[in-house]
């Protein structure tokens, strides 16, 4: 059994990852119980969409051109939306992460290939069911090496409470959910910066600097009769 989820060249230290499996053991498969990553190395396939040329600007991947006046014309590289691709899992995560394995049995094959769940080609959108099992986190992120006190008094403590999260379907269906959430809330927050500095500095006689803009505002101001300067 292989398990390809893992990235980069920076990983958990030899001693703590040695002292992870005296403590946590192995699974079935002789893979660590527990183990610590870095939440931008770990990788998962997952249903994926439209690729662009990264030279676009996110106003030109479909959006509106405003000094034209309509939308742009630039089109996708391709559209991976029938297909599974590599994506990081915590893409809102930075720092080392506490993660522990749970067995093929923590996932309902009901619920993984429901028709809600997968693509029109019946692909599931969470990427192949973990028939070995999977890691799911527990616990981070924090921006340094945990030591091994801590490391045993988190998991001692999971353990008293008696396991309060599981693995499940929902649990990754709920990952994927923060993952597309936070890009979602990049690109609008991206998009809206550039459309309101356009608005400001182009499109605005309340907001431009320009001569033209400041004498649209006097006559606009004379006309209500208000009497601050409201020019340039």
Same mark, same amino acid.
């Given at each position: 059994?292989?398990?390809?989820?893992?990235?980069?060249?920076?990983?958990?230290?030899?001693?703590?990852?040695?002292?992870?499996?005296?403590?946590?053991?192995?699974?079935?498969?002789?893979?660590?119980?527990?183990?610590?990553?870095?939440?931008?190395?770990?990788?998962?396939?997952?249903?994926?969409?439209?690729?662009?040329?990264?030279?676009? &600007?996110?106003? =030109?991947?479909?959006? !509106?051109?405003?000094?034209?006046? *309509?939308?742009? #014309?630039?089109?996708?590289?391709?559209? %991976?939306?029938?297909?599974?691709?590599?994506?990081?899992?915590?893409?809102?995560?930075?720092?080392?992460?506490?993660?522990?394995?749970?067995?093929?049995?923590?996932?309902?094959?009901?619920?993984?290939?429901?028709?809600?769940?997968?693509?029109?080609?019946?692909?599931?959108?969470?990427?192949?069911?973990?028939?070995?099992?999977?890691?799911?986190?527990?616990?981070?992120?924090?921006?340094?090496?945990? &030591?091994?006190? =801590?490391?045993?008094? !988190?998991?001692?403590?999971?353990? *008293?409470?008696? #396991?309060?999260?599981?693995?499940?379907? %929902?649990?990754?269906?709920?990952?994927?959910?923060?993952?597309?959430?936070?890009?979602?809330?990049?690109?609008?927050?991206?998009?809206?910066?550039?459309?309101?500095?356009?608005?400001?500095?182009?499109?605005?006689?309340?907001?431009?600097?320009?001569?033209?803009?400041?004498?649209?505002?006097?006559?606009?101001?004379?006309?209500?009769?208000?009497?601050?300067?409201?020019?340039?």
């Amino acid at each position: 059994m292989t398990r390809n989820d893992i990235r980069g060249i920076q990983q958990c230290p030899s001693e703590i990852a040695d002292y992870l499996l005296t403590i946590g053991g192995k699974t079935p498969f002789g893979e660590p119980m527990w183990r610590l990553v870095l939440a931008s190395n770990v990788v998962w396939k997952v249903a994926g969409g439209k690729v662009w040329d990264e030279n676009l &600007s996110l106003p =030109e991947r479909g959006g !509106f051109d405003f000094a034209e006046g *309509r939308a742009h #014309e630039n089109q996708p590289i391709r559209d %991976e939306s029938d297909r599974l691709v590599e994506r990081r899992r915590y893409p809102h995560l930075d720092g080392w992460i506490l993660q522990r394995w749970f067995p093929p049995s923590a996932y309902s094959k009901s619920q993984w290939f429901a028709r809600e769940n997968c693509l029109s080609s019946g692909t599931p959108k969470l990427g192949p069911f973990p028939q070995f099992g999977d890691y799911e986190m527990i616990g981070g992120p924090i921006h340094r090496v945990p &030591s091994k006190t =801590e490391l045993h008094n !988190f998991i001692s403590s999971y353990y *008293r409470g008696l #396991e309060s999260r599981t693995g499940s379907i %929902e649990s990754r269906i709920q990952d994927a959910a923060n993952a597309a959430e936070y890009e979602k809330q990049k690109e609008e927050e991206r998009v809206r910066t550039l459309t309101d500095e356009y608005m400001r500095d182009k499109c605005s006689y309340l907001f431009s600097s320009s001569l033209e803009a400041g004498r649209v505002r006097t006559e606009k101001a004379e006309k209500l009769r208000i009497r601050e300067h409201v020019g340039n």
